[in-house]
């Protein structure tokens, strides 16, 4: 339609206006959003547009016209150049994003949506659109009598984060059936990030101060067969028990350090019990959430914000809270963000 009305236009226009150089957009704006055939297609087609032109109006042998021509002709080459790079560009950012995606679902597995007396639903924000996993990080596993979860942040971002992350998890699946209790599994845990960081190949990083590295990680125990959970929590933010549309923290009294920081700050690990009967449903969330800002510098109120819908089951819950935490920042977070919602429920018989 553009190469058409440039056309008729200056075929029509007075012999002292010459429109032929806008021809140059067609092939420009195809590049844009169609590959190098479609480029080459329409710079073609304008290129005949300009010969026509030349003959209606002149001769092609016209020196501006001719120049036009030539200047046409090479401006399509360029945009066919440009739409076979963009197209290369696509393929291999398509590529990128199918690594990414395997690497996450190696790394993050999905979490069962029911296991033993508990429904389960889980979310993960990146900060970055085209990033599949970062430090934030949540996993469970099954037990004699019961269910284990562990939601984590690690400091950072970067390779370095989603390697502390994988360590983590990786640990803690091949733990946390076999230890005894909580506390144990989390000394497990603990040994395993604090050998990391005194690795030689991590003291050698260049783009972190592997000194400065921690996880903030909470873990809980949820037997199948009594109405309680038992918590341990290493710097991470309380969780949230929602019970018949009302909201609290699960605040430990005694919350021990991030892992990895044991070396710098001794405590004992020991777990807090708290009662999780059926209906109730228990919030994990990362500090992305919390910490998410509005445009007036405002932090996302979670607890506020959830405290209506405590009614909701745990994948509602989950949906209702990504939107409005997504409409709370504009529709971009600062920081990745991981929301684990469980509740419990009759077991099947």
């Not at 844009?32 to 092609?60: D, E, K, M, N």
């Not at 983590?168 to 000394?187: I, N, S, T």
């Not at 044991?262 to 019990?273: D, I, R, V």
Request: glycine content about 8%; overall charge negative; charged content about 20%.
């Amino acid at each position: 339609m553009m190469i058409v009305i440039v056309t008729v236009v200056d075929i029509l226009a007075p012999p002292s206006v010459h429109l032929g150089p806008f021809l140059v957009a067609a092939p420009a704006v195809t590049a844009s959003f169609a590959g190098p055939r479609t480029t080459a297609c329409v710079g073609a087609l304008a290129v005949s547009a300009q010969a026509l032109v030349a003959v209606v109006r002149t001769s092609i042998a016209d020196l501006n016209h001719s120049s036009q021509l030539i200047i046409l002709i090479l401006m399509s080459a360029f945009a066919i150049s440009f739409a076979a790079r963009r197209e290369r560009h696509e393929r291999e950012l398509s590529q990128l994003r199918s690594v990414a995606k395997a690497a996450q679902e190696v790394v993050l597995k999905p979490l069962p949506q029911r296991v033993g007396s508990l429904r389960i639903a889980s979310v993960y924000l990146a900060a970055e659109s085209e990033a599949q996993l970062g430090g934030d990080l949540y996993a469970a596993a099954r037990t004699a009598h019961g269910t284990r979860i562990v939601i984590g942040d690690v400091r950072g971002n970067g390779l370095e984060a989603v390697g502390d992350a994988a360590l983590l998890l990786g640990a803690f699946r091949g733990a946390a059936h076999r230890q005894a209790d909580l506390p144990a599994l989390m000394a497990f845990l603990e040994g395993t990030v604090s050998s990391d960081l005194d690795d030689p190949a991590a003291l050698d990083s260049a783009t972190e101060d592997r000194g400065e590295a921690f996880i903030t990680a909470a873990a809980l125990d949820i037997p199948d067969n009594e109405p309680v959970l038992h918590l341990i929590n290493c710097g991470h933010p309380s969780p949230l028990l929602l019970r018949r549309g009302h909201v609290r923290p699960l605040e430990v009294r005694d919350p021990a350090p991030p892992l990895g920081l044991t070396e710098f700050m001794k405590t004992e690990l020991s777990e807090e019990e708290f009662a999780f009967e059926y209906g109730d449903i228990v919030l994990l969330y990362t500090d992305g959430v919390i910490e998410a800002r509005n445009r007036e510098g405002a932090f996302y109120p979670l607890a506020e914000r959830v405290a209506g819908k405590a009614d909701k089951e745990p994948d509602a819950l989950l949906a209702h809270l990504c939107k409005d935490l997504m409409r709370h920042v504009g529709g971009h977070l600062g920081d990745d963000a991981a929301m684990v919602a469980i509740e419990r429920v009759p077991r099947r018989s």
